[in-house]
């Protein structure tokens, strides 16, 4: 959300910068030219406010192209449609009342004065959402109880390190990931085709729960974490929706050499290769540098890192803080 808000606020100024000019110049001459000016300020204001609309509906679908990661096909088509709708009525609109002078002026004068404040508005929202604090909703049921479908949560951005735009690095950190803590993460795949728990997770936001850091290793068996060799016991947090009784030892599928399975996990690929992963039985692995193993607290219910692998750092967003939303619910997170 918070790249697609400042390319928004980068177009908007380019608007306003372009207004400015034209306005002193007189470039804006003739009806057809009011027109269209009107009709693109129009297009691309309908078309900013409708993705926005939109992306808070989370809708997810396959992605197209190898700009994948800035629009999907369903974020794309109804903005486009409302656009193109709304420019339509813009040109005819600044082509009716272009005939005159004063009518032209008009138009250019007061559609750079709006594309400037939402220019403002629009780049000190984005930096704010990708440095300082984001919304975020909670999507499924994957942490119940300490987090259910339907909260509304603030995410601290900024706790982990500032983040450097498409380098995946990350400058001046307040703490390090410790186990235990709750964050939020872009899922971790560059693959906008990989199929990941029977769909494809490409370019969604996950929240999760750190279990290991790097250098921990970690085994899951009957459902029991196991980290460095000692059983965790029971964790406050946890959830196990079908009951105590576990799967039996004899149904678990890894029969790979440890080698090749810690490869497959590391890479993404384990549940490609075994095709059906058991939960309750998972690794020995050992988590990479600059890598996390996360998990659900309801156990039973989550796709996490016992299913598509690590989570590195580059695609880490922020440590979720505090629920404001409902009002009974209100609280920080643990």
Known sequence: MEIRLFFIGLAMGAVAWTGRQWSKTGAVDTPLKSGLWHGFFCFLSAFSIALVLV???????????VAAH??????????LAVGFIA???GFWRGYSKGREPSGRLYFVNEDTEWAETVFSAVLLASVLMYCVIQAFKIPSGSMEKT??????LFVNKFIYGLRVPFTGKRLAPIKKVERGDVIVFRFPSDDPTELHCGSIQY?????????AIPGDKIEIARGMVILNGQPLGQEPYTQYVDGPHRQPASVRTASLPRDRYQELWQSHQLDKELEDIQKDYFGPVTVPPE???VMGDNRDRSCDSRYWGPVESKYLKGKAWFIYW???RMKTVH
């Open 70 to 79: 800035v629009l999907s096909v369903a974020e794309l088509y109804p903005s």
């Open 291 to 293: 890598s996390y193993f």
């Open 87 to 89: 420019g339509a009525i």
């Open 203 to 211: 370019g969604k936001d996950f929240i999760k729960r750190v279990i």
């Open 55 to 65: 992306l808070s509906l989370e809708s997810r679908v396959r992605f197209i192209s």
């Open 147 to 152: 987090l259910l479908i339907g909260d509304h």
């Open 326 to 328: 409902p009002p009974s």
